[in-house]
């Protein structure tokens, strides 16, 4: 029998469960299936190699799970050119390499983090990721001094670790909202995934839907005359709901507005209920409007890539607006679509404005939204919000009085552009119930739901509800505190993604889009009487229900 | 969970009660060892529950959990309080044995706090006694680490399905097929 060194009183507290600890620097990566999101199919690269050349490379049967990732022979060159041609030409990009002070502000302030405890998730971890091959390729201390200031030698172990942790960012800026120096983490994020396409490494989730968009349009590469059937299909719905056949213009020409919104509403549950609150605002205030199927998808998923290609897609809207003859743009609920127009679009694609295009004014009320005067595009909650403040909207707010609300800022429209106050005073005027989460969880504070910048992909569901567990967190303070049932967001993205997380954080809560609730309310000339919600869902059982 | 209250009441509980607020809080310390180091000096001093959702679930499911360990009379009790921490942990990136090595450290924090001075009053055994509860706990903590791994993978099929709901109606109907838009809602 072996002999015990220590005693049984001793052995019996040598309990030890410490994880082995590394530096975080050396801990290696692992690519474990849930842990990355699919690579691209070859296909869809080759497209868009032709359709945007210099963008996207290597298209290839590959995975992240493999030792080979069937990188180009010459990949360090490809990042190391591709990292100098952008320091050249965004001086931004200089300054956050440069500026960083490591202060600690933004550590604690990203959901991943929050969530995951992943120090690499920290965002000046993150960003370190890229700093530190800056330091050694382009300062002078960095060649020099090497590991002692912080540079690291770019080893296809970095690369690789930039794929997981740059596809762990959301692009949703929390973290910049609290830097002293105002880093834009996001950008920082944009210009790794650039560099990483370059050597062909990057997802399926993101690069399908910018070839689809491309090609037809929308993001799941539907032929016009399907789009066509499927609007169709939401005009018979609303029918079937308020006995009323409405109009839905499509390719029109001479039209004063044209609207855009992510095509995701046109195919999802539950963006389709939105999409259809739309239609049925736009048939209530007579409002002289077009859709397009060549612009049918605002939401720009070339933001999550290389922004020639943010630009080429983003150049539809211009395009289209001209070819049909619209004088100025109407935009629906979307995130990062409303980014790339708040912060981007003038300057890539201003100039591409028509003769024919002037300052968004709304012809029910004459508000002239000076705002989108650069752009000639404009929110729809701000134009809502224009409508009920007039008196243009006849609403039942009673309809949605089953509806316990409480909104969730999307991450760009609240940090990208300062849209916080007219969702909200749209959602009181429709619903009577609604209350705020906590205040450092909404606002300019507001928590990502965990799938935004092209993550919102099933595979790595575990990464995004972890990283959705602040928003949830405080969704079901007010879930327990006030009985919320219903989380209201103005993003595509968020209501495919925030359906899960509220499932599995706060369940019973439901998501749903703010027009989804204005149409719900609304009440339109000539409808018959209404039982059931844009959902088909009748009022009594509803009702019925919250009583319970 | 059907006691009397003898096999409930072990003869540790009034000594563990009378300490278990620095139980609890070593407990906790032990738990927050899981994570790396940089996040445990971030999670341990930031007390806010929205801004810090696992340093605070922690803190609060290791007191609620002991609480519900020391009466022993409500396992559903027991489960909801475990839950808090289970479903994070269970979406957290670790593996199912690490993600639940949060239980035993409960025995851990005992055994320092407690097996000495029982040790020495010769009544280690009831100590041991009591670890047949911890034991217990970790039994219903796969329950709930297994509910929730179960619902993560039903929300991914979910997903799926929502993204095309339209066209998949579409189809149905254009083939004029009723029984398949029936089969459908299903």
């Given at each position: 029998m072996a002999k015990f060194s220590k005693k049984p009183i001793e052995l019996l507290q040598s309990i030890d469960y410490t994880p082995p600890r590394t530096d975080w620097m050396s801990t290696p990566n692992d690519f474990s299936d849930g842990r990355y999101a699919y690579p691209a199919k070859p296909e869809k690269i080759e497209y868009l190699m032709k359709e945007l050349?210099?963008?996207f490379a290597n298209p290839r049967e590959w995975?992240?799970?493999?030792?080979?990732?069937?990188?180009?022979?010459?990949w360090k060159d490809i990042v190391h050119e591709g990292f100098k041609e952008r320091l050249n030409k965004y001086r931004s990009l200089k300054v956050f390499m440069d500026v960083c002070?490591?202060?600690?502000?933004?550590?604690?302030?990203?959901h991943f983090f929050i969530g995951?405890?992943?120090?690499?998730?920290m965002p000046v971890l993150r960003a370190e990721l890229m700093r530190s091959v800056y330091r050694k390729d382009f300062t002078l201390a960095g060649k020099i001094l090497g590991k002692l200031t912080g540079a690291r030698v770019m080893e296809e172990d970095v690369l690789k670790e930039w794929f997981l942790y740059f596809y762990q960012?959301?692009?949703?800026?929390r973290c910049s909202l609290f830097c002293p120096y105002g880093i834009d983490t996001a950008e920082i994020t944009m210009m790794a995934r650039e560099l990483l396409h370059l050597c062909g490494i990057n997802i399926n989730w993101i690069m399908e839907p910018v070839a689809n968009c491309n090609r037809t349009g929308n993001h799941l590469g539907i032929q016009p005359h399907a789009f066509k059937d499927i609007l169709d299909f939401m005009l018979d719905d609303i029918e079937a709901i308020t006995g009323k056949r409405i109009n839905a213009p499509l390719n029109?020409?001479?039209?004063e507005v044209i609207f855009i919104t992510p095509s995701g509403d046109v195919f999802a549950d539950p963006g389709i209920y939105t999409f259809m609150g739309y239609l049925m605002l736009f048939d209530a205030i007579g409002l002289d409007y077009t859709l397009s199927t060549y612009a049918s998808?605002?939401?720009?998923?070339g933001l999550f890539t290389n922004a020639d290609m943010m630009k080429k897609l983003n150049a539809k809207m211009y395009a289209e607006a001209n070819r049909l003859g619209a004088k100025w743009i109407l935009g629906g609920e979307c995130g990062h679509m409303w980014r790339v127009i708040n912060q981007y679009m003038d300057t890539m694609?201003?100039?591409?404005?028509?003769?024919?295009?002037?300052?968004?004014?709304?012809?029910?009320?004459?508000?002239?939204f000076g705002n989108a005067k650069q752009t000639k595009m404009v929110h729809i909650a701000e134009f809502t919000a224009d409508l009920i403040k007039h008196g243009k909207l006849n609403l039942d707010?009673?309809?949605?009085?089953y509806v316990k609300a409480t909104f969730h800022d999307s991450c760009n429209p609240a940090?990208?552009?300062?849209?916080?106050d007219e969702p909200r005073y749209v959602l009181k005027n429709v619903c009577n119930h609604f209350w705020d989460m906590p205040e450092n969880t909404i606002r300019e504070q507001t928590f990502c739901c965990a799938g935004g910048s092209g993550l919102?992909?099933?595979?790595i569901m575990e990464i995004r509800l972890r990283g959705g567990l602040p928003r949830g967190n405080a969704l079901k303070y007010v879930q327990d505190k006030?009985?919320?049932?219903t989380m209201a967001c103005v993003c595509a993205i968020d209501r495919a993604t925030l359906i899960p997380l509220a499932d599995y954080w706060a369940p019973g809560v439901r998501i749903t889009g703010l027009h989804e609730l204005v149409a719900n309310a609304l009440i339109l000339p000539?409808?018959?009487?209404?039982?059931?919600n844009l959902r088909q869902e009748e009022f009594e059982e509803l009702n019925a229900q919250e009583e319970e | 969970m059907a006691r009397t209250e003898d096999q409930r009441r072990s003869p540790l509980s009034d000594l563990l009660a009378s300490r278990r607020e620095p139980l609890a809080e070593r407990w906790t310390e032990l738990i927050f060892g899981t994570y790396p180091e940089e996040t445990q000096k971030v999670w341990a001093s930031n007390r806010d529950r929205f801004t810090n959702p696992v340093g605070e679930a922690v803190r609060q499911a290791s007191r609620e959990v002991l609480d519900r360990l020391l009466a022993w009379d409500d396992a559903e009790a027991l489960c909801r309080a475990l839950e808090r921490l289970v479903k994070i942990r269970a979406v957290q990136d670790f593996a199912p044995s690490v993600a639940l090595s949060f239980v035993f450290l409960l025995k851990k924090a005992l055994r320092e706090a407690f097996a000495g001075e029982l040790d020495a009053e010769g009544r280690l055994a009831e100590l041991l006694a009591f670890e047949t509860r911890i034991d217990n706990m970790a039994l219903l903590a796969f329950d709930v680490y297994f509910e929730s791994r179960r619902q993560v993978f039903e929300m991914r099929v979910k997903e799926v399905k929502r993204a095309h709901a339209n066209i998949v109606r579409l189809a149905n109907k254009t083939h004029g097929d009723s029984s398949a838009e029936e089969a459908g809602k299903a």
């Open positions: 050349p210099g963008a995975s992240p799970g493999d030792v080979d990732w069937k990188l180009p022979p010459n002070v490591r202060c600690g502000a933004c550590a604690d302030k990203c995951s405890g992943d120090p690499k998730n960012c959301t692009e949703c800026r029109e020409k001479g039209h998808e605002g939401g720009n998923f694609n201003g100039y591409l404005q028509g003769p024919q295009m002037s300052t968004p004014v709304s012809p029910i009320t004459g508000t002239v707010k009673s309809r949605n009085d940090r990208g552009m300062g849209l916080l919102n992909t099933d595979e006030h009985g919320v049932n000539g409808e018959g009487e209404r039982t059931m | -």
